[in-house]
């Protein structure tokens, strides 16, 4: 089973600067990613989070990029494609994840990874964080960005 087994990361982060990037497709999905990243934002204390909506996944690096650049200390990516019946699925994924990857690397700010790759909408519905679904990918997303920010303050 997916998630089995996924750590529960806490941090006190109420001095971090957080920029949500999420896209626009698939609204049930995407509003429960976005309000599940937002309350282990508010549970982790974090006063200063802006969120901004784009296109679609395959924006997420370049935008997610721009928030690192610009001063904030984490940047939670989230997004949802969902298999099709053309190659397009494999080219966005790829591309996304790749970039967001970079981003990470190339900036040296830590970037939550929120991309649902599914084969199916009810696989994402179960991911989103909806009171119907196993697992919470935006809340885990967070949690993994801010773990990674308070690791990085401590190394110097």
Not at 9 to 16: E, N
Not at 18 to 46: F, K, N, P, T
Not at 81 to 90: L, S
């Amino acid at each position: 089973m997916s998630g089995a087994g996924a750590p529960t990361l806490t941090v006190d982060a109420k001095d971090a600067r957080v920029a949500i990037v999420a896209s626009s497709w698939h609204d049930v999905v995407m509003d429960g990613l976005v309000e599940g990243a937002q309350r282990a934002l508010a549970d982790a204390g974090v006063e200063d989070a802006h969120l901004v909506r784009v296109a679609g996944s395959f924006e997420l690096p370049l935008v997610a990029q721009a928030y690192a650049k610009h001063g904030y200390d984490a940047v939670i990516a989230l997004g949802v494609i969902i298999r099709g019946g053309t190659p397009h699925f494999e080219y966005v994924c790829a591309a996304a994840t790749d970039g967001l990857a970079r981003v990470a690397l190339d900036t040296g700010v830590p970037v939550g990874f929120g991309l649902l790759t599914c084969d199916t909408e009810e696989q994402a519905i179960d991911r989103a964080g909806l009171p119907e679904s196993r697992e919470d990918k935006g809340r885990e997303a967070v949690e993994a960005a801010l773990s990674t920010w308070a690791l990085l303050r401590r190394v110097g």
